[in-house]
Nanobody, 124 residues
Framework: QLVESGGGLVQPGGSLRLSCRASGFILDYWAMSWYRQAPGKERELVSAISGAGDNTNYADSVKGRFIISRDNAKNMVYLQMNSLKSEDTAVYHC???????????????????WGQGTQVTVSS
């Protein structure tokens, strides 16, 4: 089970830290990710992190602003979001999956376990 928290209403330029608590499985064995879905749009991968935390990737739209991290001892995954923009408004979900080497890079493949999501609204 995955449970997200930390969403809310924030002004443009502000920051939020999302948390995802995992239970019922060994977090170390799984790459973890954050996805988001805005109204009328498809779900998109925001960021992913390997099981040991030594590999990360980010969507171009959040590079330099968001930081993904994890604490396997606490069964937690985090997404620090800085310099938030109105286009970051969405429901954010965490997911347990795997990195797969493909075409000389590591590609994140989502797994079947999803959280219920936490709403992030960026508005003045």
């Amino acid at each position: 089970q995955l449970v997200e928290s930390g969403g809310g209403l924030v002004q443009p330029g502000g920051s939020l830290r999302l948390s995802c608590r995992a239970s019922g499985f060994i977090l170390d064995y799984w790459a973890m990710s954050w996805y988001r879905q805005a109204p009328g749009k498809e779900r998109e991968l925001v960021s992913a992190i390997s099981g040991a935390g030594d590999n990360t990737n980010y969507a171009d739209s959040v590079k330099g602003r968001f930081i993904i991290s994890r604490d396997n001892a606490k069964n937690m995954v985090y997404l620090q979001m800085n310099s938030l923009k109105s286009e970051d408004t969405a429901v954010y979900h965490c997911n347990a999956g795997q990195f797969t080497p493909r075409g000389g890079t590591l590609v994140y493949d989502s797994g079947p376990t999803w959280g219920q999501g936490t709403q992030v609204t960026v508005s003045s």
